[in-house]
């Protein structure tokens, strides 16, 4: 079983959509971020590396990323859930009994769909990453 440990929106401008939600969710802000890191992801997926790949919001509830996508694909929703699990691989194999199914697996999350094709990822605890 997963906990929610984030909404991901995809969006064209991350800075505009986060401060947007950060002021319609009561206890929401916009958290810091580290200019030199932000850059560095921007540049190694081909963006302007003066404008944030990821912006988050935190508040009462789970986190809010807001993620800049290069283009937009049919394929891909723009609103998903990351998905906390302690055993990925098992976590995986329970879903895929149910109806789900693995879209691509990487180092510490996987993306999957539900059974009419919603992606959503599941990604290591941090309790589990941490160990």
Same mark, same amino acid.
């Given at each position: 079983?997963?906990?929610?440990?984030?909404?991901? !929106?995809?969006?064209?401008? =991350?800075?505009?959509? +986060?401060? !947007?939600?950060?002021?319609?969710?009561?206890? $929401?802000?916009?958290?810091? /971020? *580290?200019?030199?890191?932000?850059?560095?992801?921007?540049?190694?997926?081909?963006?302007? #590396?003066? +404008? =944030?790949?990821?912006?988050?919001?935190?508040? #009462?509830? #789970?986190?809010?990323? !807001?993620?800049?996508?290069?283009?937009?694909?049919?394929?891909?929703? %723009?609103?998903?859930? *990351?998905?906390?699990?302690?055993? %990925?691989?098992?976590?995986?194999?329970?879903?895929?009994?149910?109806?789900? /199914?693995?879209? %691509?697996?990487? #180092?510490? $999350?996987?993306?999957?769909? *539900?059974?009419?094709?919603?992606? !959503?990822?599941?990604?290591?605890?941090?309790?589990?990453?941490?160990?």
């Amino acid at each position: 079983m997963g906990a929610i440990h984030e909404i991901v !929106f995809d969006c064209e401008e =991350p800075t505009t959509l +986060a401060a !947007f939600w950060a002021n319609l969710l009561e206890g $929401y802000s916009v958290r810091q /971020s *580290d200019a030199a890191t932000n850059a560095a992801l921007s540049l190694a997926l081909g963006l302007d #590396p003066e +404008a =944030p790949t990821t912006v988050m919001i935190d508040g #009462p509830g #789970p986190s809010i990323c !807001f993620q800049n996508v290069d283009g937009q694909r049919p394929d891909n929703n %723009r609103v998903h859930f *990351d998905v906390d699990v302690s055993d %990925r691989a098992s976590e995986v194999e329970r879903l895929k009994a149910v109806g789900a /199914s693995v879209d %691509r697996v990487l #180092p510490t $999350y996987t993306v999957m769909r *539900d059974p009419e094709g919603n992606q !959503f990822c599941l990604i290591d605890r941090r309790e589990a990453m941490a160990a």
